[in-house]
């Protein structure tokens, strides 16, 4: 079986519940405050975990971050590729809007301190097939992407939070692009969801393109089609991990060697159950929780 590598974030989240996002000038009060781990690296390796991969995660916290490693520990995430010598660990302020809705400032920490030593490394333990999975919330991207490709590993790559820096990595690299309207009009310019989906198709036509488009649902097209899945209708508490847990039981179940129609029906079950629930990783259900549905 190939094995699934992940590179990513590992956050403390500090979720605050708001009556409305807070603007500029103001002072507000928040009703909750709750903590999480988190970071979309963590959310997507225990994602892929909870829907049934071999997933290994590689990144870096600082002392306070031994909590996070613990919990991808005991959530069946091997965690030899992820060093705690960091300065401090990234963390996340989040506002939580009645509707469910949320806004996220970022801290990178130790995820922006990775070296090509220990990138190395961890390359070393992997082979052709393998697939890397990628977010943007980490330093040293496109040497990463390089290295993969060179090791002809398979990228999956969720480019979030997009930045104008993504237009420099070496996106021919990639093998799925799993993305949001947001993200996808980033990278093309355009922004009806159609003609995202082709111009990503057509700018990188050896990838498969996941364009998800939240209670809308998600369109994919590859070099043998398209396909579309409704979302679900159901009652929205936190949407925080929903894109993450996606990524995780798609590639999860590509990689168990899935169809890309099934793929996306499993993946979207378990978003839908994942928003009905509060916080991030601690939202994500397991392969038996969406299998009943």
Known sequence: MNKILNIGSLNSDHVYSVPHFVTAGE???????????????????????????????????????VLLTE???????DIHHTRTN???????????????????????????????????????????????VLQNEVNDIPYIMEQASQKDMRIAFNPSPFDS?????PLDCVSWFI????????????????????????????????LTLGKDGVLYKDSTGELSH????????DTTAAGDTFTGFFIANIAAGKKAEEALRMASIAASIAVTRPGASSSIPTREEVELK
């Open 230 to 237: 409704e979302s679900y209708n159901v009652p929205v508490v």
């Open 86 to 132: 960091g300065s401090v660990t990234g963390h996340a302020i989040i506002q939580v809007a009645p509707g469910g809705q949320n806004c996220i400032l970022l801290y990178h920490g130790a995820n922006f301190e990775l070296e090509r030593s220990h990138i190395d490394q961890v390359f070393s333990c992997f082979d052709k097939g393998d697939i890397l």
């Open 27 to 65: 002072t507000l009060a928040a009703t909750t405050l709750q903590y999480f781990p988190g970071g979309k690296g963590l959310n997507q390796s225990i994602a892929l975990s909870r829907a049934g991969a071999m997933v290994f995660h590689a990144g870096k916290v600082g002392p306070d971050g």
């Open 71 to 77: 919990w991808l520990r005991e959530s069946g995430v």
């Open 165 to 169: 820096s993504i237009a420099d990595y």
């Open 179 to 210: 993305l949001n309207e947001i993200e996808g009009t980033g990278i093309t310019g355009k922004e009806n969801p159609k003609d995202i989906l082709q111009s990503m198709a057509v700018n990188f036509p050896k990838a498969a393109i996941v």
